[in-house]
C-alpha cells in the first residue's frame, strides 16, 4: 500500500508543483548544445543595455574560454532566431534564476554539484531564499565569472546583516589561508621544476584546498570554528615542510655553482703557469 500511495504522491507532486520548485531542487536538465549558429550569442550581441552588456561580460570569462555560452546557464534553444520561442518552457529556460539562481542556474545539470551542495546545506542558503541574497552571484559575479579571489567580496554586501568588525575579521581570515595556498602552490611549482619529490605536498595541498571551498561556500558557525583551524595547521605543516625542501634544493643549486667557479678558476690559474713555465723555459 504504502509504494502506491509514494508513487501518486511523488505524481501528484510533479504536477502540482510549480516550476521554481523545480528549480530549488537542482533538477534542471543540462543545457542544450547549438547545432547551427548559437542565436542567443548572436542576437544579445546587437542589443543594448543589460542585454547586451551580458555578452561584453561573458566574452571575458572562464566560461566563453570553454565555449560554456549562455544557455549553459540559462537554458533554452541556442538554434532558435527567435526570443520568444528559443525560451520556451520546453527548453528549460530558467530566466535570471531569480532566488534559486543558486541551484537553477549554476547548478544546471550537475554543474558545480560540489559548490552547490556545500551551500544549500549552509546557513547563507536560506538567506538567499528568505532575503535573496548571498548567493553565488554576490561573490563569483553571474557574466564576468574569473578565478575566484577573497577580494572579489564585497564586505558592504555582508554588514546588511553582520557587524562591521566580524566581517573584517572574516575576510582577513579567508585572505590569510589564501595566501598561504598561494605560498604553498608556489614552493611545489619551484620542486616540480626541479623534478624534486612533490606529489605529497601537491596531494595535501588539494585537501587543504578542498577544506577552504567547503569553509567558504557552507560559511556555518561551526565551519569558521572548526574547519578554519584544521585547514590552518594542515597549510603551516605544508609551508614549513614545502619550504624546508625548497631551501635544500637552493642550497644544492648554490654549491653546484660554487664547484663550477672553483673548477673554472683551476683551470685558468693552471693555464697562467703552464704558459709562464713555458715562456720562461724559451728565454
Ligand atoms: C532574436 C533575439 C534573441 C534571441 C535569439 C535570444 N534572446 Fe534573450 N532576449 C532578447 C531580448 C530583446 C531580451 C530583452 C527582454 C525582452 O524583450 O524580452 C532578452 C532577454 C533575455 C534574458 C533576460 C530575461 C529576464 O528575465 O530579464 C536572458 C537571461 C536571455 N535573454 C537569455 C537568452 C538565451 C539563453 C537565449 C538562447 C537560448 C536567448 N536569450 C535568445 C533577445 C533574444
Ligand atoms: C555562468 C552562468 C551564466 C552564463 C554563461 C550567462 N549568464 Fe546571464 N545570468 C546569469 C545569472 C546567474 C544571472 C542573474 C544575475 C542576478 O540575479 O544578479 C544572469 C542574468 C542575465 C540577464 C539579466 C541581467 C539583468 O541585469 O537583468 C541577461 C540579459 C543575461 N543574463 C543574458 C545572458 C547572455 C546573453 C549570455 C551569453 C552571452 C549569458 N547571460 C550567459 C548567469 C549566466
Ligand atoms: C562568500 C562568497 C562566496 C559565495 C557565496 C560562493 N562562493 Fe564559490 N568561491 C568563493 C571563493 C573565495 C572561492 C575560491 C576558493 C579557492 O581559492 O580555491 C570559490 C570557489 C568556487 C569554485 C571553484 C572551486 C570549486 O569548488 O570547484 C566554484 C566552481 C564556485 N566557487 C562556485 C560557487 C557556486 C556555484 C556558488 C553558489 C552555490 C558559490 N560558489 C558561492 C566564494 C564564494
Ligand atoms: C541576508 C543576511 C546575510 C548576509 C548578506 C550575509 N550573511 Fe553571513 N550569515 C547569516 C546568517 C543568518 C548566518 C547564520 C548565523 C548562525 O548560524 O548563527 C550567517 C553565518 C555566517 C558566518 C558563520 C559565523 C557566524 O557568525 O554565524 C560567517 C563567517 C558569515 N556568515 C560571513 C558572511 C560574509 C563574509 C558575508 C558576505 C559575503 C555574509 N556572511 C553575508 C546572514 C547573512
Not at 561580460?57 to 560554456?68: C, G, Q, V
Not at 566580524?166 to 602552490?185: G, M, P, R
Amino acid at each position: 500500500m504504502n509504494l502506491k500511495f509514494t508513487a501518486i504522491a511523488a505524481l501528484s507532486l510533479v504536477f502540482v508543483l510549480p516550476v521554481p520548485s523545480l528549480f530549488a531542487q537542482g533538477t534542471l536538465p543540462p543545457a542544450m548544445k547549438a547545432q547551427k549558429a548559437d542565436y542567443c550569442l548572436q542576437c544579445h550581441q546587437t542589443l543594448a543595455g543589460v542585454s547586451g552588456i551580458a555578452v561584453s561580460e561573458w566574452k571575458k570569462s572562464i566560461h566563453a574560454k570553454s565555449d560554456d555560452n549562455c544557455n549553459i546557464c540559462h537554458g533554452g534553444n541556442p538554434d532558435l532566431n527567435d526570443k520568444k520561442a528559443a525560451k520556451d518552457a520546453r527548453y528549460f529556460f530558467a530566466g535570471k534564476g531569480g532566488k534559486y539562481n543558486a541551484v537553477s542556474l549554476c547548478g544546471r545539470g550537475g554543474c558545480h554539484f560540489s559548490a552547490v551542495g556545500l551551500f544549500t546545506s549552509g546557513p547563507h542558503y536560506d538567506m538567499l531564499l528568505k532575503k535573496g541574497k548571498p548567493g553565488c552571484v554576490d561573490c563569483h559575479g553571474a557574466h564576468e565569472v574569473v578565478r575566484p579571489r577573497v577580494k572579489f567580496i564585497n564586505p558592504q554586501m555582508c554588514t546588511t546583516c553582520h557587524p562591521e568588525g566580524e566581517v573584517e575579521k572574516t575576510i582577513v581570515s579567508l585572505e590569510s589561508i589564501e595566501k598561504k595556498l598561494d605560498d604553498v602552490q608556489r614552493n611545489a611549482d619551484y620542486l616540480i621544476s626541479k623534478n624534486a619529490e612533490s606529489r605529497d605536498i601537491l596531494a595535501k595541498l588539494a585537501d587543504a584546498r578542498n577544506l577552504y571551498r567547503q569553509l567558504v561556500h557552507v560559511m556555518s558557525m561551526r565551519e569558521v570554528r572548526h574547519t578554519r583551524r584544521e585547514i590552518e595547521l594542515q597549510l603551516d605543516d605544508l609551508l614549513a615542510k614545502s619550504h624546508s625542501r625548497v631551501l635544500i634544493i637552493r642550497r644544492l643549486d648554490i654549491i653546484y655553482v660554487v664547484t663550477i667557479a672553483l673548477s673554472f678558476l683551476v683551470v685558468v690559474v693552471f693555464m697562467i703557469f703552464t704558459v709562464r713555465t713555458f715562456s720562461r723555459s724559451r728565454d
